[in-house]
């Protein structure tokens, strides 16, 4: 099992900045690849971005240069920095844990884009 607390959202004018952060507790973070994803208003969840164990990483187009997801497995810890913020950008974003046979979510934390 994996507890996934996420944190770090508010509202933030169009080209702000936030930094989310994703706490997990309960198995062993290294063994996750984690990730954040995102849910519009009226549309489907979709990938922001992941990182591996190893740290590599994937970013969807629409955030590729302004995004940047981190882990820090010794404090079991994932970030994802967000600048260059678009009203687009609003939703509620959720943390991934996923390895082979599990996959876990946190409740989601809100961010607003809007002036």
């Known amino acids: 099992q994996v507890q996934l607390v996420e944190s770090g959202g508010g509202l933030v004018q169009p080209g702000g900045s936030l930094r989310l952060s994703c706490a997990a507790s309960?198995?062993?973070?290294?063994?996750?690849?984690m990730g954040w994803y995102r849910q519009a208003p009226g549309k489907k969840r979709e990938l922001v971005a992941i990182?591996?164990?190893?740290?590599?990483?994937n970013y969807a187009d629409s955030v590729k240069g302004r995004f940047t997801i981190s882990r820090d497995n010794a404090k079991n810890t994932v970030a994802l920095q967000m600048s260059s913020l678009k009203p687009a950008d609003t939703a509620i974003y959720y943390c991934?844990?996923?390895?082979?046979?599990?996959?876990?979510w946190g409740q989601g934390t809100h961010v607003t884009v809007s002036s």
């Open positions: 309960g198995s062993i973070f290294s063994f996750y690849v």
């Open positions: 991934n844990a996923k390895k082979t046979g599990d996959e876990y």
């Open positions: 990182i591996t164990s190893g740290g590599n990483t």
